[in-house]
Nanobody, 122 residues
């Protein structure tokens, strides 16, 4: 199966920046799309940004103009550049890959990272 490893979370002051990265490995796969989600206690997980293998991106209204998602297909990596961070951006951030897993069964599967904490202080 595909494993996702996230990095780049941490503590930052409001107005600061962080860059999250997520690398996929462990199988032979074809990437369909990738995304970043976030979750805070007591709330549903929400989609922050998503990008297709072709590079088409979309964003939650709350992060438009501040966050940028990018991908490196040969490296099976997705990034989330977060600028002008606000305290309300505080959450655990999860990356996802939707891939066709050629080793597992040839079907399309969604894989999730373990989550990385982002804390924005006011």
């Amino acid at each position: 199966q595909v494993q996702l490893v996230e990095s780049g979370g941490g503590l930052v002051q409001a107005g600061g920046s962080l860059r999250l990265s997520c690398a996929a490995s462990g199988s032979i796969f074809i990437i369909n799309n990738m995304g970043w989600w976030r979750q805070t206690p007591g709330k549903q997980r929400e989609l922050v940004a998503a990008i297709t293998s072709g590079g088409s991106a979309n964003y939650a209204d709350s992060v438009k103009g501040r966050f940028t998602i990018s991908r490196d297909i040969p490296k099976s990596t997705v990034h989330l550049q977060m600028n002008s961070l606000k305290p309300e951006d505080t959450a655990v951030y999860y990356c996802t890959f939707r891939v066709r897993d050629l080793v597992r069964d040839g079907a399309t599967h969604d894989y999730w990272g373990q989550g990385t904490q982002v804390t924005v202080s006011s």
